[in-house]
């Protein structure tokens, strides 16, 4: 069945059969069916984002910030995570912190979780990735730039932890009036 459009065009084009143009429209509709199926199956499957962050805890402000990592499936299909990894740099000994979960997570379309790798805080100023892996062996990276965002607040919160426990020079080591 030819739609009525393409019967005006073909009156319009001499030249070209009706049996061209039918030719040219089942082509056109079986390619875009092929992108939508190739597409449709490249796309289901699960998919992590990995984000880490510090929590400090305000009724405590003296307590160092818990180091989190929150992994959300923005993917369509179940993901089962099974723990989180902190890869240093190359030449670390060890070269990976790993950091399984109690127990594996199922993580549905959209839904995440939040696991505490640290109390104190600590992380290596040599981390090169974290990341999270699942149920198929395959690993989700945290993006870099993030990465350097978290060590960055790990060295400002070091820096300034290390100036709050040193006394400053003004402080007591001054000598007295009339000593």
């Keep these: 069945m030819i739609p009525s459009w393409l019967g005006r065009l073909t009156d319009s084009i001499r030249h070209v059969s009706?049996?061209?143009?039918?030719?040219?429209?089942?082509?056109?509709?079986?390619?875009?069916?092929?992108?939508?199926?190739?597409?449709?199956?490249?796309?289901?499957?699960?998919r992590l984002k990995v984000e880490a962050i510090y929590r400090g805890d305000s009724r405590q402000p003296h307590l160092?910030?818990?180091?989190?990592?929150?992994?959300?499936?923005?993917?369509?299909?179940?993901v089962l995570v099974q723990g989180v990894a902190v890869q240093r740099t190359k030449g670390s000994d060890p070269s990976h912190y790993f950091f399984p979960c109690d127990t594996p997570k199922m993580l549905a379309r959209r839904k995440f979780f939040e696991e505490a790798l640290d109390r104190t805080g600590w992380l290596p100023l040599n981390t090169e990735k974290i990341y999270v892996w699942d149920s198929t062996g395959a690993h989700w990276y945290?993006?870099?730039?993030?990465?350097?965002?978290?060590?960055?607040?790990?060295r400002r919160w070091h820096m300034r932890?290390?100036?709050?426990?040193?006394?400053?020079?003004?402080?007591?080591?001054?000598?007295?009036?009339?000593s």
Aim: aromatic share 6%; glycine share 6%.
């Design 161 to 178: 932890a290390k100036s709050e426990q040193q006394p400053s020079r003004s402080e007591g080591t001054r000598p007295h009036a009339g």
């Design 18 to 46: 009706p049996s061209d143009v039918a030719a040219w429209w089942g082509a056109i509709a079986a390619t875009m069916v092929l992108i939508w199926n190739l597409l449709r199956a490249v796309r289901l499957k699960g």
């Design 64 to 78: 160092p910030p818990v180091l989190a990592v929150r992994v959300t499936n923005v993917g369509s299909k179940p």
């Design 142 to 154: 945290m993006p870099r730039k993030e990465l350097r965002r978290l060590l960055d607040s790990y």
